[in-house]
Every structure is written in C-alpha cells, then in structure tokens.
C-alpha cells in the first residue's frame, strides 16, 4: 500500500462521489499497513467498506473495532461447512469457532455477512445444511462458486466437480443459494451472485470458453469456465443457448 500513489487514487475517487470501497486479495486484514489504509480510506471520504477476509482477524476486538470504526458495512468470507470438524479438515486448521465468532460478533454491529464456499468433493452433500445456517444465523443466502487450481489450498483433480455432477448437486440445493463463478448454462434457473466484492474477486480471475459456447446466446454475460476444468472434463455439461 504506497502511501502516495494510494492517497491520490483515493482522494480522486472521494472527489467524484465514489463512497463505497471494496479491499480484497489473500488476506488484507494481516497487511501490515492494513489500518493505515482504513484510516486513509476515512480521511479522504470512504464511508462503506465491503471486505473479502478470511475472517479470523474479526474475532480479534481491536482489529474488529478498527474496521468496524473505518465504516465496515459487508463482509464476505468462505465457510466449507457447518460443522466444523469437516470445516476445520479442509481448510488444514481448527479455525471454525474463531470464524463464527468474529462474524457473529460484526453481524451483531449491524455488518451484513455474506458466506461462500466452494463446491467440492467433500463438502457437496454439507452444502444444504450450511445453506441453512448462513440463513438463520445471518440473513443471508449462501453462493457455491467453482474450485480453481490453487497451489497449497486444495488438490483440484480430487476436489473439483464435473459440470454434470455440479448440476446435479444444485437440484439439491435450496432454491435461496446462489452460484457465482460458474457458466452461465450451469442451472440457469438458479439464482446468481453474491457480495460485491466476490462478483468483482470473480471477474477478475482469467477464465476460459471452450469452442462449444462460440455462439451461445449467454456468452456476452458469461464469466467462462475455470481452465482447469476444461483441461481435465472437456466442454462435458456445457449447454449453449442458441442465439
């Protein structure tokens, strides 16, 4: 976080009556100049914050307060499961009840919390009683967005669903769950997106088309597919809207 640079940027954005600032990427929470970005943020005319954590540095109360104080009005963090042993397995590390914790405690300051988590192998049949939670606990719906190819994080080729397997895990799905990151064709009569900060985290990330959605009717909106997941299941599950 270059002060200067940074400092310009904002101020420019504040002039123009840009109010609502998105901070996402890793873990910007543990940044070393996280706080000075948020008192900045304050100064030049941020009054909403949306952030994309892992949430555990919100169980702390003065990094809770900071950012509380900074305007933190979304938070979106990733929950694999609702119970947390299955949680804790796949994220490598008990982490679950600090999560819930710090979340619940910024939900109770009148944050909106918004969960995702990724569909794998090992949480698939998890994902309806996860639904549920974020629903009764924070009033939000839950997003499935796709596992991507990550070094260190998960082993894709034993993790990652094939778009017909994905399909038939959303029929399901509560109807309130939303997908983020997928095809358009993947279920098109479910519901799409997520907190702000993730729909921009997504469209971000480099995807790819296969031949097959050359003139799918859906393609202009379509956010593609993870490269990955041509590589190891061709253009299986795609299903092009003709024009």
């Known amino acids: 976080i270059h002060p200067l640079g940074r400092h310009r940027r904002a101020a420019a954005c504040a002039a123009e009556g840009v109010t609502r600032l998105f901070i996402g990427g890793n873990e910007p929470m543990l940044h070393p100049r996280f706080r000075d970005a948020l008192a900045l943020a304050k100064a030049v005319g941020f009054t909403s914050i949306e952030l994309m954590t892992s ?22 963090v990733p929950i694999y499961a609702a119970e947390p042993a299955l949680h804790d397995a796949i994220c490598q590390t008990t982490c679950w009840d600090r999560l819930t914790e710090g979340l619940d405690a910024v939900h109770a300051a009148g944050v909106r919390v918004w969960v995702h988590t990724l569909a794998l192998r090992r949480n698939g049949s998890a994902l309806d009683g996860l639904a549920t939670m974020v629903r009764q606990r924070w009033g939000t719906a839950l997003a499935v967005a796709p596992v991507r190819e990550k070094l260190g994080l998960f082993p894709w080729m034993q993790e990652a669903l094939s778009l017909e397997e994905m399909g038939a895990l959303c029929r399901s799905l509560p109807p309130d769950v939303t997908l983020v990151g997928w095809p358009a064709c993947l279920d098109r009569g479910r519901p799409r997106g997520s907190a702000s900060v993730m729909e ?44």
């Open 55 to 76: 949430g555990m540095q919100l169980a702390d109360p003065t990094a809770r307060a900071a950012v509380l104080e900074a305007g933190l009005a979304d938070v979106a």
């Open 200 to 243: 921009l985290y997504f469209r971000t990330q480099l995807r790819t088309f296969a031949d097959a959605c050359a003139g799918c009717a859906d393609r202009a909106g379509c956010p593609g597919v993870v490269d990955a997941q041509l590589r190891k299941f061709g253009a299986s599950g795609l299903v092009p809207r003709a024009q």
